[in-house]
C-alpha cells in the first residue's frame, strides 16, 4: 500500500515535470499554429544552462534562478531567428524546420560541452527524505519538485484566468484573428508566449536533471510524450494538457512498478524486466490512440 | 526514353539510372566496396522515400511514423529466421503482409483525425511498435538480433553484394514505376485532389476516407518492402530502424527532392546520403575534428530548405509540364 | 403538383442555446428553381449542411428522390442526384479546369479505384468534361489551371463541375456572391437556360436574380420559414417586408 502510494506520487512528480514541457508546447501550438519539434532542445538546454551557472555559482538555488532569464533569452532567440518566420506555414514546413533545429541544438551541445553527459548533484539542504505521512520518507528532492511543479501549474492557471496577457492568449487559443482585431502587438505577445514556453520548458530540464542525467538527445523522447500529452488533452488547452499529463505521469510511472511483477507470474524474470518499460511506453501510446479514436480533436480540444 | 533526354529533367533521370543500374561495376572497377554499400543503402531508402511520398506528396497526408515500416518488414523476416524459417519465398509474403495489415489498421484510425493530430498519432503508433520491438527480449531488445539473410535457393543468393543490389535495384525501378501508375491513374487524381481540397471531393461525391486509407495501405506495403530489405542489407534487425529520428529522416528526404513528384525522393535520397558521407569530411578541411560535429550545418541546412526551398531538387531541373 | 423531389420535415438544429434552424420544412419539386432567402444568421447555411450532410440534424427529416437521406454521408447523396456549388468558391486550384471537370466525371464513374490506366488520356473523363466545359462558356479555358481563371470563371467552373453525372437537384450557394454586375447577369442567364431541365435550390442575396430566377421564395428569418410562395405572392407579404425586404428598401 505504502509503495503504491510512493509509485504514485513519482508519477505526480513526472506528471508535473511533464506538464511544464507541455504546457508551452500547447500554447505555442494553440497560439502560434506552430509545431515545435525543438521544444525538446530547449529543454535539454535548459538542463545543460543549468548545469553551467550552477557550477560557476557554486550554488544550485542561485544557479537555478539564473537560468530561468538565460532560458527565456534563448526562447526569444530561437523565436526571433527561426521560429517567427515558421507561424503562417503549413505543418510540414515547421516539422522539416524545427527537426533541423533539433539536430542543430544536439550537435550544439556536442561542441560546447562535449559528448559525455553531465550531472547535477542533489542539492545538500534537499538531499534528505520527508516524512509525507507517518512512517513513509520521500526523498525532499523529489517532493520539491512536486511542490515547484505545482506551483508553477497554479501561477500558470492564475495567468491564464486572471490577468490581461492570460485573456488574450485564451482568446488567441480560441480564436487566432481575434487577438489581431484587438490591435494588440502579436508579434510582442507571440514572443512572449514562445520566451515563456522555453521557460517553461529549460525549468523542466533543470529540475529533471539531478534525477536522471544530462544529456545529448535528453529532449527528444520526452518531447514525443510531451507531443502526446497535448494530443491526448486537445491542444490549445491548458487543463487538458494538465489532466493528460497527470494520467501519463500515472500510466508511466505505475506501469513501470508494479508490470514487472505482474509479468514475472508468467514469464521469466529477465524478459518481465525487458518488457515491463516497454508495455508501459506502449500504453501510454494506447491511450491516446483510444482518446483520438474516440475525440479525434482531444479530451478538451475544439471541435470542429 | 530518347524523348526524355531533351529536356534537363528528362536528362538527369535517366543519367541518374543508369548510374544506378551500372553501379556495382563501378565499384568493382575502381575497387570501391564501401560504395556499393552506400549505394544499396540509398536504394533501399529511395523506395521508403516514394512509398512516403505517395501519402505525403501526393495525398498530403503527413505521416510522421513512416519508418515503422522498416521495423515491420524487417522484425518479420528477422523473427522468422530466428526460428529457422530462412526461405525467403516465405519471409517476404508475411512481412509484406504484416506491413500492409498495420498499414490498414494504422490507417483506419488515425485517418479520422487532421493536421497536428494526424501527425503525432501516426508518430504514436510507429513509437507504440518501436517500444514493443525494445521490450522483445528475445529478439535482442535495444539491441537488436543479428539474423541470417533470406534464402532464394537457385534463384539468388542476396550474400553477394553485387546481386543484392540489383535486386534492389530492380525493386525501386518496379515502385517506381507503380507509383507513376498511382499518380496519374484516377485513384491518384482523386487523392491528388483530395489533398487540394477534401471538402470539394467529398462534395463530388467521393468517400475521400476510403481512397485515402487505401493509399495509407499501399505505401505502408511499400515501406514494408524496404524494410524488408533494409534487414537482409545488414543481416540485422533493431529497434533503431524504426526511430521517430528516422521517420523524420525520410520526411527530410521527400521533401527535399520534391513532394509528389515522381523522381523527387529518388534526388532526395542520394542527395541525404551525399551529405551524409561528405559533410564530416568537408568540414574536416576546415579544421581537423570539425566533421564528428556535421550536422551543426546539416541542420541549419533543413531550416532554410522549409523556409525557402519548398520545390526541392526536382524544381532546380525547370518547371514540370 | 407533382410529387417533391426534395423535402424537409420540420428540421431543427441547435448550437448550444441557438436555434439555427427551428422546424424548417421546405420542398423542391422537379424543374423548378425554388430560392431560399433571409438575412445573414437566418440559417441558410445551416440547412445547407444539413442538406449536404455536412450537419446532422437534431430532429427532423430529409427525402431526396424517395430516400430518407438525413443519416446519409454527403457522397451517397451525391450519388442519388443531389450536387451542390459553394458560396465560397471551392474549386481544386492546382488542377485545370478541364482536370476539375474530369474529376467530376470521374465521381459518377463508379469506383475509383483504378491505378493502372493513365486518366489523362481517358477520353472517357475528359470527352464529357469537354462538353460540360463548353456548355458553361468555359471551353477556351480548359488547359488554364484553376488558380489562374478570374473569379466569374471559378464560378462558370463550379457549375459545371455540379453538373456533371447529371444530377436531379443543383444546390447553389450564393452563386452570384462576388460578382459584378455583368458576370451576374451573364451568370443569371445561363441558370436560366438550365431552368427546366433541372431542379434547383438557390441560395442567394442578390434579389435581382432571385426575382428573375425563381418560381418559388422560401424566406428564412432566426431559423424559421416566415413564408413560402411564389415571387410575387412574397413581394407583397407584409411579415416578409417588414423583416427582410424592409431593410433593403429602407
Redesign the interface.
Same mark, same amino acid.
Given at each position: 500500500m505504502d509503495y503504491l502510494l510512493l509509485q504514485m506520487l513519482n508519477g505526480v512528480q513526472l506528471g508535473l515535470l511533464m506538464f511544464l514541457l507541455a504546457a508551452g508546447l500547447t500554447l505555442t501550438?494553440g497560439i502560434m499554429d506552430l509545431?515545435n519539434?525543438a521544444h525538446g532542445s530547449l529543454y535539454m538546454m535548459g538542463a545543460y544552462i543549468a548545469w553551467t551557472l550552477i557550477g560557476w555559482t557554486d550554488s544550485f538555488v542561485i544557479g537555478a534562478i539564473l537560468t530561468v532569464p538565460a532560458t527565456f533569452l534563448l526562447g526569444l532567440v530561437v523565436e526571433a531567428v527561426?521560429a517567427r518566420?515558421?507561424y503562417a506555414?503549413d505543418?510540414?514546413?515547421? $516539422?522539416?524546420?524545427t527537426?533541423?533545429?533539433?539536430?542543430?541544438?544536439?550537435?550544439?551541445v556536442? %561542441?560546447i560541452w562535449g559528448p559525455a553527459g553531465k550531472s547535477i548533484a542533489v542539492p545538500q539542504f534537499l538531499n534528505h527524505t520527508v516524512e509525507i505521512l507517518p512512517g513513509m520518507p520521500y526523498p525532499a528532492y523529489r517532493f520539491a519538485i512536486i511542490v515547484v511543479g505545482a506551483a508553477v501549474a497554479v501561477l500558470l492557471a492564475w495567468l491564464v484566468a486572471r490577468t490581461r496577457v492570460g485573456m488574450l492568449i485564451r482568446a488567441g487559443a480560441s480564436n487566432r484573428r481575434m487577438i489581431g482585431a484587438l490591435g494588440v502587438n502579436i508579434e510582442l505577445l507571440f514572443s512572449l508566449v514562445f520566451g515563456l514556453g522555453a521557460v517553461f520548458a529549460g525549468l523542466a530540464g533543470l529540475m529533471a536533471a539531478p534525477i536522471t542525467s544530462v544529456k545529448i538527445g535528453m529532449g527528444?523522447d520526452i518531447l514525443?510524450l510531451a507531443? $502526446?500529452i497535448i494530443?491526448i488533452g486537445g491542444?490549445g488547452s491548458i487543463k487538458g494538457a494538465f489532466i493528460a499529463a497527470m494520467v501519463v505521469g500515472q500510466i508511466d510511472i505505475v506501469g513501470r512498478a508494479f508490470l514487472p511483477d505482474l509479468l514475472k507470474t508468467f514469464m521469466?524474470n529477465?524478459?518481465a524486466s525487458?518488457?515491463?518499460?516497454?508495455?508501459s511506453? $506502449?500504453l501510454v501510446?494506447?491511450v491516446?490512440?483510444g482518446v483520438? %479514436?474516440w475525440r479525434?480533436?482531444?479530451l478538451f480540444?475544439q471541435r470542429? | 526514353m530518347i524523348a526524355a533526354l531533351r529536356t534537363p529533367r528528362g536528362l538527369v533521370t535517366v543519367l541518374v539510372l543508369v548510374v544506378l543500374a551500372v553501379l556495382p561495376l563501378l565499384t568493382q572497377a575502381f575497387d570501391q566496396r564501401y560504395l556499393l554499400s552506400i549505394g544499396t543503402k540509398i536504394v533501399i531508402w529511395s523506395i521508403a522515400a516514394v512509398s512516403l511520398n505517395m501519402i505525403l506528396g501526393y495525398g498530403g497526408m503527413v505521416s510522421f511514423g513512416h519508418a515503422v515500416f522498416f521495423g515491420i518488414g524487417g522484425y518479420a523476416v528477422g523473427i522468422l529466421s530466428a526460428h529457422g524459417v530462412s526461405s525467403g519465398w516465405i519471409q517476404w509474403p508475411v512481412a509484406l503482409l504484416a506491413a500492409t495489415l498495420w498499414a490498414a489498421l494504422v490507417g483506419a484510425l488515425s485517418l479520422r483525425t487532421r493536421g497536428l493530430y494526424f501527425i503525432m498519432i501516426t508518430l504514436a503508433f510507429a513509437q507504440l511498435v518501436y517500444y514493443v520491438g525494445g521490450g522483445l527480449e528475445a529478439y535482442g531488445a535495444d539491441d537488436g538480433l543479428n539474423i541470417s539473410r533470406s534464402r532464394f535457393p537457385g534463384v539468388i543468393d542476396l550474400r553477394n553484394k553485387a546481386s543484392f543490389y540489383w535486386l534492389c535495384f530492380v525493386l525501386l525501378c518496379g515502385t517506381l514505376w507503380f507509383c507513376s501508375r498511382f499518380a496519374n491513374s484516377r485513384f491518384g487524381y482523386v487523392i491528388r485532389g483530395a489533398k487540394s481540397n477534401d471538402l470539394r471531393m467529398t462534395a463530388l461525391g467521393f468517400p475521400v476516407f476510403r481512397y485515402r486509407l487505401a493509399a495509407f495501405t499501399i505505401s505502408g506495403a511499400f515501406g514494408g518492402l524496404a524494410g524488408i530489405l533494409l534487414a537482409n542489407e545488414g543481416a540485422y534487425i533493431s529497434p533503431a530502424m524504426m526511430s521517430w529520428v528516422k521517420s523524420g529522416d525520410l520526411i527530410v528526404i521527400v521533401v527535399l527532392g520534391g513532394m509528389g513528384t515522381l523522381f523527387g525522393p529518388l534526388y532526395g535520397t542520394i542527395a541525404f546520403f551525399v551529405l551524409e558521407e561528405s559533410l564530416p569530411p568537408l568540414l574536416d578541411l576546415g579544421r581537423k575534428g570539425w566533421g564528428e560535429y556535421w550536422q551543426i550545418v546539416f541542420g541549419p541546412m533543413l531550416v532554410l530548405i522549409a523556409l525557402y526551398a519548398r520545390g526541392g531538387i526536382d524544381s532546380l531541373f525547370g518547371r514540370r509540364r | 403538383m407533382t410529387a417533391p423531389l426534395l423535402s424537409t420535415d420540420r428540421l431543427v438544429k441547435r448550437y448550444g442555446g441557438l436555434v439555427a434552424t427551428d422546424n424548417v420544412s421546405i420542398d423542391v419539386v422537379p424543374g423548378e428553381i425554388h430560392a431560399l432567402i433571409g438575412p445573414n444568421g437566418a440559417g441558410k447555411t445551416t440547412l445547407v449542411g444539413q442538406l449536404t450532410g455536412n450537419v446532422t440534424p437534431d430532429s427532423g427529416t430529409i427525402r431526396f428522390a424517395g430516400h430518407d437521406v438525413t443519416r446519409l454521408k454527403t457522397h451517397a447523396r451525391v450519388a442519388l442526384g443531389l450536387a451542390r456549388s459553394f458560396q465560397i468558391t471551392s474549386v481544386l486550384r492546382e488542377f485545370t479546369a478541364l482536370e476539375n471537370v474530369a474529376l467530376a466525371v470521374q465521381a459518377h464513374a463508379g469506383h475509383s479505384f483504378r491505378f493502372l490506366r493513365d486518366a489523362r488520356s481517358d477520353e472517357s473523363l475528359r470527352g464529357p468534361a469537354r462538353t460540360l466545359l463548353e456548355e458553361v462558356g468555359l471551353g477556351s479555358r480548359a488547359d488554364a489551371p484553376a488558380a489562374a481563371l478570374s473569379h466569374g470563371e471559378q464560378r462558370q467552373l463550379e457549375i459545371a463541375m455540379a453538373l456533371a453525372g447529371d444530377p436531379q437537384l443543383l444546390l447553389l450557394d450564393e452563386p452570384m456572391a462576388g460578382m459584378g454586375a455583368e458576370e451576374s447577369q451573364r451568370m443569371i442567364g445561363f441558370l436560366r437556360a438550365l431552368k427546366g431541365r433541372r431542379a434547383m435550390l438557390l441560395i442567394e442575396h442578390d434579389m435581382d436574380a432571385v426575382f428573375q430566377l425563381a418560381d418559388r421564395i422560401t424566406v428564412l428569418v432566426y431559423g424559421r420559414a416566415i413564408a413560402s410562395g411564389p415571387p410575387a405572392e412574397i413581394r407583397a407579404n407584409p411579415d416578409v417586408r417588414q423583416a427582410y425586404l424592409g431593410e433593403e428598401t429602407a
Open positions: 501550438f509545431v519539434l527561426v518566420r515558421l506555414r505543418h510540414l514546413d515547421q $516539422v522539416l524546420a527537426f533541423g533545429l533539433i539536430l542543430f541544438f544536439n550537435e550544439l556536442r %561542441v527528444d514525443i507531443f $502526446v494530443v491542444i521469466s529477465a524478459a525487458t518488457a515491463a518499460p516497454a508495455i511506453q $506502449v501510446y494506447v491516446m490512440a483520438l %479514436v479525434p480533436t482531444g480540444g470542429t | - | -
